[in-house]
């Protein structure tokens, strides 16, 4: 490689200009030559095709060189070094791009102008280029023609030689990386870049020694966060630091739009402070929710999942801000700077088989199959002779010396794939048509389906598969193809790399769907990159120069998803054993440990770990010895993990006793003291000042002395105003607590989110760092689930059910079986008083969904009541309505787990009208439910007056009955079934009259008329609200496995509601606003004075109901105001008292402590 130097003397900054120079050569017999109707197909291996219809078919090719990491491209040229005549050829006119489902669109003839002309085409030899960063290190791609032709002659040229030249000036800024990070990402850039020989010397330069590194961070929601730890832990064992966050954590602390954009700025925040290289989505896109692009190719206009927005941090992909994310016109470099992968699991076992299958691929595969690929293939087209054994080929051409090629042309059907599969193969390319359910030939047969992936039994003999299909990598969909064959109990596949929406081909010549198949094994076999997430970046970026400009290319590099652990080492050769050997025990304290590694070899991963305490990784020499430096504090167990590429890892346990006595301070708790706020209730709230009372404890043996901490902020929005704090001497064994620390929490804080800090503790001659977090406001869940065992019910804390859409798509909607997928797609509380007070989270007309209830209290999970086994609580008010009445909710979430009980959850809503003036109102549930969630056409709908139900099922399943139940009965149900093609398809969506007419009865019909989306409606009314008064709208979501079951489940929940919940009483009418019911003091401990402001007239009645409902006392007589109710007979609790007279009614709620 040549490194030209310039100085340019009018640049003001005096920037020195260089050069990075290339020699592209392309060998004639690398040209491969077919016909096509009278024509000739050129094609080139390592080529791509960017098809303009009718121009002649060339393929190109990217350079893809390394600059400086803090350069800026000034210019780029190409100039012919060596040209080559190759003979006289009619080459063939591109063709349209097609979706691998449809059939081949209309052959498109020679442009007669280009065709006429002696113009060589195309016109230069640079076709562009563009400049991007991957993991810090600048990369430019240069897209050049190696080939030239005459049309009017045929005369085609080949350049077989190109010097590239790429200038560029260095800038002042540059990416820092921390070691780990720069030697991942410079050994796999070698496979990328045309020179690997500049790598080192470009460089981003090395971070600062700061916070300790974590390489590998898993991201699931708060449900699955438990089962990942020991896959956490599993992972530091072997030399890469695994933390988990939640994204219900990302999304209380990270700013952004939207969950997705928290979340990458999560991932951008890890990898550039804390050294990340690696990043696992752990969840199905309900627990972690994947990025749409919108991506338009011809005719077809895709929204297209892809998790490469996770790896790629440059830049926001949109650029324009208008929400669409990865369009043409947005800035995207395509590099990736840290490796993705997503385990697309929604429950505790799959969570745990994820795990068990790596270990057993990394730790005790059968060694047979290593060396196996099975490759079989249909038709694509059969009309034009375009068959999807050609890929196959291709692949097969690219397995070393001493692999068995397996090629199943044409099988009659999925069954003899299956059958092949079980008898284990190391690669799997299923080459064909698709959907989200399997790969076909194009008249249909199947080649492998859903329903074969989920019953393989390749034990100990998983698979990686790729396939160019269309959808059957579309995680977006209830169990694609590819993520049941990543989830097959202890079998299947251990990763799988397919498309999330269509494939393309462009025939003759192979299409971007196979080229990116084919780079992949290219990167494994030919680039001996074995990490497996690595290798699929690679195999992307190699068309990260088309992708700019050519949606064809951008459309097919995103869909082409890894589902499967980013990290994982292929196995290329059946594995050898290491070995580790050590001293058999070690001292505590700081020390160089000498590890050998046998076999001997250079660049064996060596990890010391010891919990939280010790974390050292290393590469041994090419003896096989390596030195890490540790200081272990405490007494235990060492364990050592050596790792290498087709190497089973090698452990051993290195005895940890006590050494030389020394002290070592860890973080023990911390508390808020804002006694001078006006809300003094330890905690931090927005815009508080607090002292922080932060205490630590010296686990070592010995002694800290002259203590002191420095605290500083690593994230979130606040402030530390005093910093430091002295602790005195701590004591072996001791603790120490300082009042003396000052932090703030900034006024438009996220209450939920938490301040970061990092606190540094010295003393006794040595230093220790750790971090904690300090929760702002009333932290709890936006989310949670009652699971009955028969059912399951997502909670929010936001007036919708199933899901939480704010910044995301929280939740697992509503489950029968409870550990099935789910039957319901949207649903919300509404409440509405006129056309123009509309409150709810369903659907709008702007293809989205209402967000007029906001979040006043979070998600709890409270001691159960009302005879329940599981209550969940929580609060909202209309406050994003923009003609708000100041109505809050309570909700009350009950679940039986008896097994009479347990196919349903009942909602209570408590409505209060806190604003100025009476309500008249009809309040229920909207529902979506898609009964089957990947077949919602095919649905129909129900309503049952006197069960007070409307419900649904799926004609092609019969075996799931879903609907909505009212509970209460004070006034008149309103049943509607919502035709979505009627209704919502036409307008993208519901009006908030159209809402407003089904919730008071007078839109929507009693059933359906034919199978179709539907959504239905459950309400009440009309329902007064008196200023200041209170309503109670009690609901239950029912399922059941047939109409009679699921009308019988009606009635049990009606008969437990009104036995445990219900209390039966008539509709109180309107009162005026001047009606008050008034208990002092309340609090109260003996006894509670009662004022009504209006006189009652005639007799009246008061009733005391407790909290689970019971009638605890009551008196019938004439009452003066005010009068004294004695409440020592009562035990302590909330009580509920109604004041009747005549046709008015008063409440009030009251407490009694003692």
């Not at 409150?839 to 979040?855: E, I, K, Q, T, V």
């Not at 009652?1096 to 009068?1123: C, I, K, M, N």
């Amino acid at each position: 490689m040549k490194r030209a130097l310039i100085l340019f003397a009018f640049v003001p900054a005096l920037l020195l200009a260089e050069t990075v120079i290339h020699t592209l050569n392309t060998s004639p017999g690398a040209v491969r030559f077919s016909s096509l109707n009278g024509f000739d197909v050129v094609e080139l291996p390592q080529g791509a095709l960017s098809p303009d219809p009718g121009k002649p078919s060339l393929p190109e090719v990217a350079v893809t060189l390394a600059i400086p990491a803090n350069a800026q491209v000034t210019g780029v040229s190409v100039t012919p070094l060596a040209v080559t005549e190759l003979g006289v050829y009619n080459v063939v006119p591109a063709q349209p791009p097609y979706p691998l489902s449809k059939q081949a669109a209309a052959w498109v003839p020679p442009d007669a102008q280009v065709y006429a002309s002696n113009t060589p085409f195309p016109a230069g030899i640079l076709l562009g280029y563009h400049s991007g960063s991957a993991a810090g290190f600048r990369v430019v791609a240069v897209r050049v023609s190696p080939f030239s032709l005459r049309p009017r002659s045929g005369l085609l040229s080949l350049h077989t030689q190109l010097m590239v030249k790429v200038d560029y000036v260095e800038g002042a800024d540059r990416t820092t990386l921390t070691p780990s990070q720069h030697d991942r990402a410079l050994a796999g850039l070698r496979s990328l870049v045309q020179n690997p020989e500049d790598l080192e010397r470009f460089s981003p330069l090395a971070a600062k020694a700061g916070l300790p590194e974590i390489n590998y961070l898993i991201i699931t929601n708060d449900a699955l966060a438990p089962e990942f730890v020991p896959f956490a832990d599993y992972r530091s064992s072997r030399g890469l630091r695994a933390e988990i966050r939640t994204k219900e954590w990302i999304g209380r602390n990270y700013e952004g739009r939207d969950l997705q954009e928290k979340t990458r700025n999560c991932i951008r925040n890890f990898f550039e402070h804390r050294g990340l290289s690696y990043v696992l989505l752990a969840g199905d896109n309900a627990q972690v929710p994947s990025r749409r692009i919108r991506v338009s190719v011809g005719d077809e206009t895709g929204d297209i999942p892809t998790d490469l927005y996770f790896g790629d941090l440059d830049y926001s992909w949109d650029s324009n801000d208008n929400d669409l994310f990865g369009e043409m016109s947005d800035s995207v470099d395509f590099y990736a700077d840290v490796i993705t992968g997503r385990a697309p699991v929604d429950r505790a076992s799959q969570v745990r088989n994820f795990i068990a299958k790596v270990k057993t691929y990394e730790g005790n595969p059968a060694t047979d199959y290593i060396k196996r690929n099975l490759l079989p293939s249909g038709w694509l087209w059969y009309n034009i002779g375009y068959h999807g054994k050609f890929v196959n080929d291709s692949i097969a051409n690219l397995t070393p010396s001493g692999w068995t090629d397996v090629k199943l042309e044409n099988p009659p059907g999925a069954g003899v794939v299956r059958d092949s599969f079980d008898n284990g193969f190391a690669l799997f390319d299923p080459a064909g048509h698709g959907n989200e359910g399997g790969v076909y030939d194009e008249n249909g047969t199947p080649i492998y389906l859903s329903s074969s992936a989920s019953q393989q039994r390749n034990r100990r003999r998983y698979s990686i598969m790729t396939s160019l299909a269309c959808t059957p990598g579309n995680f977006e969909a209830e169990d694609c193809l590819a993520e049941i064959a990543l989830n097959c109990d202890s079998a299947g596949c251990i990763a799988v790399m397919m498309n999330s929406r269509y494939g393309w081909g462009t025939p003759p010549s192979m299409g971007p769907s196979e080229k990116l198949c084919i780079r992949f094994y290219d990167h494994l076999f030919h680039s001996q990159e074995y990490v497996i997430g690595t290798a699929h970046s690679r195999s992307r970026e190699e068309y990260a120069g088309p992708a700019q400009n050519n949606s064809l290319w951008r459309w097919c590099m995103t869909e082409f998803n890894l589902l499967g652990d980013p990290a994982i080492d292929i196995w290329t050769e059946a594995p050898g054993q290491l070995a580790v050997s050590a001293a058999d025990t070690i001292s505590t304290g700081g020390q160089n440990l000498s590890v050998t590694v046998t076999p001997g070899f250079a660049g064996a991963r060596v990890c010391a770990w010891k919990g939280g305490e010790v974390f050292a990784t290393g590469q041994t020499d090419g003896s096989g010895q390596v030195s890490l430096a540790i200081h272990p504090v405490t007494v235990g167990t060492l364990k050592l993990t050596a790792t290498g590429h087709n190497q089973l890892a090698g452990t051993r346990d290195v005895v940890v006793k006590a050494g030389v006595p020394e002290p070592y301070v860890t973080y023990r708790r911390s508390r808020i003291d804002d006694a001078n706020q006006s809300n003094p209730n330890g905690i931090l709230e927005p815009g508080e000042t607090a002292n922080l009372v932060l205490t630590v404890a010296n686990t070592g043996s010995g002694d800290a002395d002259d203590a002191s901490v420095v605290l500083q902020i690593t994230g979130g929005r606040g402030s530390v105003l005093d910093s430091t704090a002295d602790y005195g001497n701590i004591a072996a064994g001791d603790s120490a607590t300082t009042p003396s620390l000052s932090i703030a929490a900034a006024p438009d804080a996220e209450p939920g989110s938490g301040l970061r800090f990092l606190a540094r503790v010295a003393g006794g001659g040595s230093n220790w760092d750790f971090e904690f977090e300090v929760v702002l406001g009333y932290p709890g869940r936006t989310c949670a689930d009652i699971d009955t065992g028969q059912v399951a019910l997502t909670i929010t804390a936001r007036g919708t059910a199933g899901y939480d859409r704010e910044g995301g798509c929280r939740g697992r909607g509503f489950r029968f079986p409870q550990n099935d997928t789910s039957s319901l797609r949207a649903a919300s509380f509404c409440l509405v008083g006129c056309p123009e007070y509309v409150a709810d989270r369903f659907y709008n007309l702007d293809s989205g969904y209402d967000s007029d209830w906001r979040l006043v209290d979070s998600v709890r999970s409270r001691a159960p009541m009302w005879n329940a086994d599981e209550y969940m609580t929580s609060a909202f008010n209309d406050a994003g309505h923009s003609n708000a009445h100041n109505v809050t909710v309570q909700q009350h979430a009950l679940g039986v787990d008896d097994p009479g009980n347990n196919d349903w959850v009942i909602m209570v809503y408590d409505v209060h009208n806190g604003g100025g003036e009476a309500v008249t109102a009809h309040a229920g549930i909207l529902a979506d439910f898609d009964v089957v969630a990947t077949d919602r056409l095919h649905d129909v709908a129900f309503t049952d007056a006197g069960q007070a139900t409307a419900f649904m099922r799926n004609v092609l399943s019969r075996n799931r009955w879903c609907g909505v139940k009212l509970l209460t009965h004070e006034a008149a149900a309103r049943l509607a079934c919502i035709d979505h093609g009627r209704y919502v398809d036409s307008d993208s969506g519901l009006s908030n009259d159209m809402k407003y007419r089904i919730m008071t009865g007078s839109l929507g019909t009693q059933g359906s008329d034919r199978p179709y989306n539907w959504s239905i409606a459950v309400s009440t009314g009309p329902l007064g609200l008196p200023q200041g008064g209170d309503r109670r709208v009690a609901l239950a979501f029912v399922a059941a496995g047939d109409s009679a079951t699921y009308l019988d489940a009606c009635q049990r929940a009606q008969d437990w509601y009104d036995a445990n919940v219900g209390v039966a009483e008539p509709d109180p009418k309107p009162q005026a606003s001047s009606y008050r019911l008034e208990a002092y003091p309340n609090p109260a401990t003996n006894a509670v004075n009662i004022r009504f402001s209006t006189p009652l007239s005639g007799p009246s009645s008061l009733r005391v109901y407790d909290a689970q409902g019971r009638l605890v006392h009551s008196t019938f007589e004439q009452r003066p105001s005010p009068f004294r109710l004695d409440l020592r007979s009562m035990p302590a609790g909330v009580y509920y008292l109604r004041m009747t007279s005549g046709d008015q009614t008063l409440s009030r709620r009251v407490a009694i402590v003692r």
